[in-house]
């Protein structure tokens, strides 16, 4: 069995992804750390296994575009502009979506040696990408709405994406100074990995506390199911909350699909909004602008952040450096949350 990059980075006293920058000549190394790796290399005359497949790539012009959730109301502004922008560069783009039950960098890998590709956008999914996955893919990367865990070298890939923590206890803040107390959350898919849900969550639990509220668990309500999604769950979710809390006056929804599917709820149950729950969701889709009453939200800068994963990621396949961008979200008021007299 011959010399593996992990061999080279055991003898050059470097990490694994040092070596990957000095082989594919990309980020910043020290002259004398690239002298030293390159007479590793040489000296075992070590070939990376992806070389020849690297050959064809500098020559290709297709873009893989991975979707975790690609029935997400959120993610189709972003797919179309990001389509759109590639288009315009005279690349081809090719949308996948990626279930549960698979890991997005798992089909990247696979996608970029079954269609040559020479760069991925991934948007949505957890964040417990490892270094490892990265250097194998070996292509340039953008995450959008997540990023990789700080075990991770920021240098190997590019992410845009909200700090969802933050603005999930902005949400939550927003209610509890208008007076609320009694105050639910619905929540998707349980998962043990860090996603941007779940962080949405612990935004939440955050605000509960600075704010000396006890945490109630019978204020959460969480989809346990994977095949359901968005405003059906929603509706179901705020039925079961209503259910077990009939002294709850405010629901956050992690997602606009979520609070639409529970303001109906609200609704069909003879109440109304916000004289007797108060609803704030996530996202800021066009629907709960245009829903009734319209929605209080948490507007996440989609064309901006679409536009910012597209031009990272033409940056890099020119060798420009990875880049990591954090947006400000915005709380829009619409008229769903009142204040308690």
């Known amino acids: 069995m011959g010399i593996t990059i992990k061999d080279i980075a055991r003898l050059a ?26 007479g590793i290399v040489n000296q075992y005359n070590y070939i990376p296994n992806n070389s ?42 090719m949308i996948s979506n990626v279930n549960d039950n698979s890991h ?68 939550t803040n927003y209610l509890i100074s208008l007076g609320h107390r009694r105050i639910g959350f619905i929540h998707h898919t349980p998962n043990e990995n860090s996603t941007p849900n779940t962080l949405r969550y612990k935004g939440y639990l955050r605000a509960l506390k600075e704010n000396g509220i006890p945490f109630d668990p019978d204020l959460v309500a969480i989809n346990h199911t994977r095949d359901d999604a968005g405003y059906k769950v929603g509706f179901q979710l705020m039925k079961q909350l209503y259910t077990r809390n009939r002294d709850i006056t405010a629901v956050f929804a992690f997602a606009d699909s979520l609070a639409i599917g529970a303001a109906k ?61 954090v947006y400000d979200s915005v709380l829009l008021k619409r008229g769903s949350s009142r204040r308690l007299l």
């Open 13 to 38: 006293g470097v990490g694994i992804s040092t070596v990957s920058r000095v082989i594919n000549n990309s980020g910043s190394v020290s002259d004398e750390t690239r002298k030293k790796v390159l």
């Open 52 to 93: 020849a497949r690297n050959l064809k790539i500098t020559q290709s012009k297709n873009i893989a575009l991975l979707v975790k959730g690609i029935t997400n109301p959120f993610f189709n502004k972003m797919i179309r502009k990001i389509e759109q922008e590639i288009a315009l560069r005279g690349y081809t783009l």
């Open 104 to 171: 997005e960098l798992d089909i990247a890998i696979q996608e970029t040696q079954d269609n040559n590709l020479c760069g991925v956008i991934i948007m949505g999914g957890s964040y417990d990408c490892t270094e490892e996955k990265f250097l194998q893919l070996g292509i340039p990367c953008v995450l959008v709405t997540i990023s990789a865990n700080e075990m991770v070298d920021p240098s190997i890939y590019s992410s845009v994406r909200i700090d969802d923590e933050k603005e999930g206890r902005r949400a």
């Open 265 to 325: 709820a609200v609704f069909s149950m003879g109440l109304s909004i916000p004289d007797d729950i108060s609803i704030v969701g996530f996202d800021g889709i066009e629907m709960s602008k245009y829903y009734q009453p319209s929605l209080d939200t948490i507007y996440q800068p989609a064309t901006e952040m679409a536009l910012s994963s597209v031009e990272i990621l033409f940056d890099m396949l020119q060798g420009g450096k990875s880049q990591h961008i």
